[in-house]
């Protein structure tokens, strides 16, 4: 485990010389982990990232899963919403990922999640947590930078779920907010940044309903001889928009006051370069193990004009394993 500016540096280095490479980066940016892909031991870290794997089997289990909340109260929850409110009344914030960290009773090993979870970005790691996660943060290939930030999550069963979730003005307002803050973020590191999509869905099929998500997709054009920067290209990103929020530096300090302990990994980045292109996502649909018990993190964005009801419900609602 190393600093950032020793990461940073690592990462330019190798991506300069065409060296792959595995990392995953904390939210905090406290203690980031760097492999080089030859060496990754399949029994400590396995990973598929857009269809690029270390993982050669599958879990013979065929178990039904049994997933089991135990989520934190409401009033427990509307306290710590009711001061992320205030901070954006008084203009402090107008966006915020708050989350929580759920004790959750689960029948399978992280392992056999890993295994028999449907997820475009996956990690295992000994035991420790276990990412299946639908959000890909950014893409660095042929000169172009793309990032594909997710916002609003909806029960795909209920009436007219698509047009409920497009039209809904809180939702618009915020996707709209995280795509402006992801447009300003790719201007640092690359030039003609442009929304090429906006607000398209997706579907996502998990252990006990199927789930649509809102994503957006802005590109950017990089400087020549980019490579020898993605270091700096990543951190200067960090941490990922969408699971912060706006303004990123006042709003992560009042994130870490609300919630009142360490994202860790949650939240955070991981992603590989290939020796030539570098593809990353977003560390959400997360569970951890801490004292032989696990967690599920998740959480939501906020803004002035979020309901404390529908968001504690959409913190539990995103408490599942795309295993079906």
């Not at 003609?192 to 099929?205: G, S």
């Not at 912060?244 to 955070?268: D, L």
């Not at 906020?302 to 504690?312: C, N, Q, R």
Request: with cysteine; aromatic share 10%.
């Amino acid at each position: 485990m190393a600093g950032k500016n020793t990461i940073k540096d690592q990462m330019n280095r190798w991506a300069e010389a065409g060296i792959p490479f595995l990392f995953i980066i904390d939210f905090e940016i406290s203690k980031p982990l760097l492999f080089p892909l030859a060496d990754i031991d399949p029994g400590q870290l396995l990973y598929s990232i857009n269809g690029f794997t270390n993982s050669n089997g599958q879990s013979r289990s065929r178990r039904r899963v049994k997933l089991v909340k135990h989520p934190e109260d409401y009033a427990t929850y509307h306290e710590r919403f009711s001061k992320v409110r205030d901070e954006i009344h008084n203009g402090n914030s107008y966006l915020l990922n708050l989350t929580c960290s759920t004790p959750v009773d689960l029948n399978l090993s992280l392992l056999e999640v890993f295994h028999r979870s449907r997820a475009r970005f996956k990690i295992w790691y000994r035991e420790e947590f276990v990412c299946f996660s639908p959000e890909a943060f950014v893409v660095m290939e042929k000169g172009k930078i793309r990032s594909f930030p997710m916002k609003g999550t909806i029960d795909a069963s209920l009436p007219d779920a698509e047009k409920v979730i497009l039209n809904d003005p809180k939702e618009m307002a915020e996707h709209s907010t995280i795509v402006d803050l992801i447009r300003n973020d790719l201007s640092m590191v690359a030039e003609k940044v442009r929304v090429e999509r906006f607000r398209y869905l997706e579907k996502i099929n998990t252990n006990d309903r199927t789930l649509i998500q809102v994503s957006s997709e802005i590109c950017g054009e990089l400087k020549e001889g980019y490579r020898s920067k993605t270091g700096d290209i990543l951190i200067t990103l960090l941490p990922a928009g969408s699971v912060s929020g706006a303004p990123k530096r006042k709003t992560t300090e009042i994130i870490a006051a609300a919630e009142k302990r360490i994202r860790g990994y949650y939240c955070g980045v991981f992603g590989l370069f290939d020796g030539r292109d570098l593809t990353s996502a977003v560390t959400i649909r997360f569970i951890e193990k801490r004292d032989n018990q696990f967690y599920y993190c998740s959480g939501g964005g906020i803004t002035a004009l979020s309901d404390p009801l529908s968001e504690y419900r959409e913190m539990i609602d995103k408490i599942y394993v795309p295993i079906v």
